[in-house]
């Protein structure tokens, strides 16, 4: 057995760490949140029945997920306890789109792609905190 020269120990031990890094790397940012609203309407109002299991799935406040929906839809509603009204029509595609952007915008990570994060209020500011990576990033306050 040779033993190697400080240079290609350490080039070894990288190669090692790297292998290491990618296998774990790999399985990190896979996780994915199925939204699937439940949606009951009328020809004056949506209702969204399963509103408070959707914010949960994605760890979120349900008032802060709904001020978003009537923001980005310009319709006034109210969160009555599990469900939430809007007033005036909102298709299944429409509310799909905006859950997405949701999750784009205030739940998964820019920098690690992960899910376990929280938004911190600072001062004026509002920031997507990840568990995983340790990444703040500023979020839009709603």
Do not use: W
């Not at 006034?76 to 952007?101: A, D, F, S, W």
């Not at 915008?105 to 905190?129: N, S």
């Amino acid at each position: 057995m040779t033993e190697l020269s400080g240079r290609e120990a350490y080039v070894a031990l990288l190669d090692r760490l790297y292998s290491q890094l990618k296998g774990r790397a790999a399985g990190g940012g896979e996780r994915e949140i199925a939204l699937r609203p439940t949606l009951l309407q009328d020809h004056r109002r949506t209702v969204i029945t399963n509103f408070k299991q959707l914010a949960d799935a994605l760890g979120r406040d349900p008032e802060h997920l709904a001020r978003f929906i009537f923001k980005e839809t310009g319709k006034p509603g109210t969160l009555e306890g599990e469900r939430l009204v809007i007033n005036g029509k909102i298709g299944e595609q429409e509310l799909g789109k905006l859950l997405q952007l949701y999750y784009k915008e205030f739940v998964k990570c820019p920098v690690c792609g992960g899910i376990d994060t929280q938004i911190v209020a600072e001062k004026r500011f509002r920031f997507l905190v990840c568990e995983a990576c340790g990444a703040r990033t500023p979020v839009r306050k709603i």
